[in-house]
Every structure is written in structure tokens, then in C-alpha cells.
């Protein structure tokens, strides 16, 4: 290995709740077997490459802040190599076996498709040997439709078709990146696929112009023979006021009224779900109906600002949360956890990316960990089979079947009077979650 970036921090090992030094796992230990498999199996982690190694962590009111090293350099391509060799030596040290990236994170945007392109080649070799010389693979890969300003107005929502073409003709190359790269997924996250006013906008047109692409997308995929998994990730607004695939539900209603449902699942993203007025297990549970939850963005916002701060998950009630609905499902297929977070202004230096995803897996482990107790014990998953136990037999089951209408509802109400029912006992089943934290 050429240059090392982080060579006064040692590889991160497991040293169990009682260790005092920050620079180790307390509780992820990626061998250890929970509910019938190892942690590392259950977690997939994956760092954001546009966040852990590019992001300088400016915000509206300043500029950025945080010390890269691997960044400088007055040779674009160059230094972008150097920033891959940086990453995985990181993802080496953090013990973490995946990554995502938008293309233009890895590699800088041309002055013409072609010259990004050969860019984004030049920076992709670098990656391959990286991966060949370490294991780390690619969860997902995706294209950046929302930096450059071309893309001010929408890419495939674009008014402008020259747009719509460039922004495919982007993506098109993403896929054959991230296919070769033997990345495991694709997502797209609509950045500016939405608006900023109606007042200018045709909605419906620009929803069909949405369709349009990524049936293209889906259409170059059997052509190329990639075999990953598309993704969607719902996000309300921000950078738009409102975007197109606003939540969970939004996003399978556009997918079935495109007929692309079969193509898609979703990435679910934490603070994505919180900026859209619900909560990351009410978007888990959205995309787990439809058999569409694929992979997770895992972050978390601060609801005094109520901006998409991407923060580092460290809350164990949300990570327990996100990890009952993962068991249930029975884990990720192609999908993984990703750390879509960046650390504060304030922790400029590289050593702070080592506690920010220390910190996050560890929230993770011991939400894992208290979540298969709570599965275990049995007693709140029994409560809710209970409560819906009316409809296993008699006149449930004969709704369920579809076998009875009104009429029959009818007879059996005017048979049976008012009906009984039960207290929710929501304290109660708050107080046993609690018991187990
Ligand atoms: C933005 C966001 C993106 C996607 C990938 O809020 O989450 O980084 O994850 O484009
Ligand atoms: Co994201």
C-alpha cells in the first residue's frame, strides 16, 4: 500500500462493554452469533463514501472545516485516487466490508461526458484493486443527479429534455461502474426529482418523464446483465421543496403506477422517514407490506433543527426498533446498513470518523442484541398475535377469506350484540420494551 492516511489509529477491535478506550467496539463483535448469526452478517455495514471520505462539512454559514488529506492535491483524477486508497484503508481499520458512492463522489465531474467518464474509469481501477486487495465490496453504487447545476430544475423531472438525456446517459455509466465493481445494488434517491413550485410545473408530466427513466434504467440493466438490486429512497424535500418520492408509501404507489414494482425496492433512510412526519419503523413496516424493504440508510436527524442533519445513529431505542422489524423480516438480502451520517463541523479531524461509526455500530449491536431478548421472551409479539386473534377463526377468518359481505356482517351483528373488546395496554407493553434496554 502506498501512503497510509490514518496511521496513528490501530484497527479497531472488540474489547467488550467494560473497555475504557474509545478506539474499540464495546459491544459489536462481528463474530458473535445472535439469533443464529454473526453480527457482521446481520449488519452489512457500510460507510457513505460521499460523506466519511468527501464531505468538508460546510454547512449554509460556513465553510467547511474538516482536515482530508487524502483530498488535497492539485491534480483532480490524482488526488480522487488517492481519496479510494484513503477509504479503504479506513473501512480496513473500522472493520466495515461495504460502501456506497455516487459517481461523482469517487471520481470529479469533466468539462464533457466523455472526459467524466474516463474519470470516473481512471478512479474505478483504483477501486477494483482496492477491493481485490481487501474483500471490501460495493453494496450499492448511484449517480449524483442533483450537484451540478445543469440539474437546478430536475434530471429525468428536468423541463429540459437535454437534461432528461444527460442525466441518463449518467446513470447509464453509474451501472456499468457499479457492475463491474460487482456492487450488489443501485439506488436511486430522487435529489431534485420534485419541485419548487407548482405555480411553474407540470407534475404529471414530470412524473411520467420519472417513469420514462427508470424504465430505461431497468431496461439497460437486462442489457448489461447486472444482477443487483434496484433501490428507491424516499425523502420529502431537501434540496426540494417537494419531492416526487416523498415517503415509503409514495414511492410503492409510483412504482405500481409505472409497473415497476417488480424492479424496485426500497431504501428506507431514518431521517428521511422523521422529515416526513413519521417514524423510521412506520417507513420499515410501509416498504416490509409491500415486500419491498431492501436496504437501510441508517442516520438520524435532531428534531430541534429539523434539517436532513445526517447524524450518526447512537439512540438504542431507535436502533432497537429498526432491528425488530430486520429480524422479522429475516435480515438483508442484497441490502446492508449504510452510514449515510457525517460527523459535526465541530469534530474536524480524521480520528472523529473512528468514533462516529464506532459509535453507530455500537448502537446497532446492542440494538440487535436487546431486540432478539425482546423476540425471545416472546411476550410482545404474543400480545399482538392476541389482539388479532379474533380473525383466526368465525367471523374474522370469513373476512380475511373474502368469503362474507354486508349481509352477512349484518346477521352476525344483529346476533351478537356489542362487541367486546380489550384494553390496547400500550404503558404496559412501553414498560416491558423498557425492561429490556
Ligand atoms: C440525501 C441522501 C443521499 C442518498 C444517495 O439525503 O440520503 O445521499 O442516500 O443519493
Ligand atoms: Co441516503
Given amino acids: 500500500m502506498s501512503q497510509e492516511y490514518f496511521s496513528d489509529i490501530p484497527k479497531i477491535a472488540y474489547e ?21 448469526k454473526s ?14 471520505m468527501k464531505n468538508t462539512l460546510a454547512d449554509p454559514f460556513g465553510v467547511g472545516t474538516a482536515i482530508r488529506p487524502w483530498n488535497e492535491g492539485s491534480d483532480p483524477v490524482e488526488a480522487a485516487k488517492n481519496c479510494a486508497r484513503a477509504a479503504f484503508e479506513f ?5 466495515v466490508d461495504y460502501y456506497c458512492f455516487h459517481d461523482r463522489d469517487v471520481a470529479p465531474e469533466g468539462a464533457t461526458l466523455a472526459e467524466s467518464n474516463a474519470n470516473l474509469d481512471a478512479v474505478a481501477d483504483v477501486l477494483e484493486a482496492e477491493q481485490a486487495r481487501t474483500g471490501k465490496k460495493l453494496l450499492w453504487g448511484t449517480a449524483c443527479l442533483f450537484a451540478h447545476s445543469r440539474y437546478n430544475q430536475g434530471a429525468a423531472t428536468s423541463p429540459y429534455a437535454d437534461v432528461f438525456a444527460y442525466a441518463g446517459a449518467q446513470v447509464k455509466k453509474a451501472m456499468e461502474v457499479t457492475k463491474r465493481l460487482g456492487g450488489e445494488g443501485y439506488t436511486f434517491w430522487g435529489g431534485r426529482e420534485g419541485y419548487a413550485s407548482l405555480v411553474n410545473t407540470d407534475m404529471k408530466r414530470e412524473l411520467d418523464h420519472l417513469g420514462r427513466m427508470l424504465h430505461m434504467a431497468v431496461d439497460w440493466k437486462k442489457e448489461i446483465g447486472f444482477t443487483g438490486q434496484f433501490y428507491i429512497e424516499p425523502k420529502p424535500r431537501e434540496p426540494s421543496t417537494h419531492q416526487y418520492d416523498s415517503d415509503a408509501a409514495a414511492c410503492l404507489n409510483f412504482l405500481r403506477e409505472y409497473d415497476l414494482l417488480d424492479h424496485f425496492k426500497l431504501n428506507i433512510e431514518t431521517n428521511h422517514a422523521t422529515l416526513a412526519g413519521h417514524t423510521v419503523q412506520h417507513d420499515l413496516e410501509v416498504a416490509m407490506g409491500a415486500n419491498a424493504l431492501g436496504s437501510i440508510d441508517a442516520n438520524t436527524g435532531d428534531t430541534l433543527i429539523g434539517w436532513d442533519t445526517d447524524q450518526f445513529p447512537t439512540d438504542i431505542y431507535m436502533t432497537t426498533e429498526i432491528m425488530l422489524r430486520l429480524l422479522k423480516m429475516g435480515g438483508f438480502t442484497t441490502g446492508g446498513l449504510n452510514f449515510d451520517a457525517k460527523v459535526r463541523r465541530e469534530s474536524f479531524e480524521p480520528v472523529d470518523l473512528f468514533y462516529a461509526h464506532i459509535g453507530g455500530m455500537d448502537a446497532f449491536a446492542r440494538g440487535l442484541k436487546i431486540a432478539q431478548a425482546i423476540i425471545d421472551d416472546g411476550r410482545l409479539s ?24 354486508f349481509k352477512e356482517l349484518e346477521a352476525h351483528t344483529l346476533a351478537n350484540g356489542e362487541p367486546s373488546i380489550k384494553s390496547g395496554r400500550q404503558e404496559m407493553l412501553e414498560n416491558l420494551v423498557n425492561d429490556f434496554i
Fill in 16 to 36: 467488550g462493554p467494560d473497555s475504557k478506550n474509545p478506539l474499540s467496539f464495546r459491544h459489536y463483535n462481528p463474530e458473535e452469533v445472535v439469533g443464529g
Fill in 39 to 52: 453480527m457482521r452478517e446481520h449488519f452489512r455495514f457500510s460507510i457513505a463514501y460521499w460523506h466519511a
Fill in 91 to 95: 473501512m480496513d481499520k473500522l472493520g
Fill in 382 to 405: 404474543d400480545f399482538v398475535k392476541d389482539r388479532y386473534s379474533s380473525y383466526d377463526s368465525g367471523i374474522g377468518a370469513q373476512i380475511e377469506a373474502g368469503s362474507i359481505g
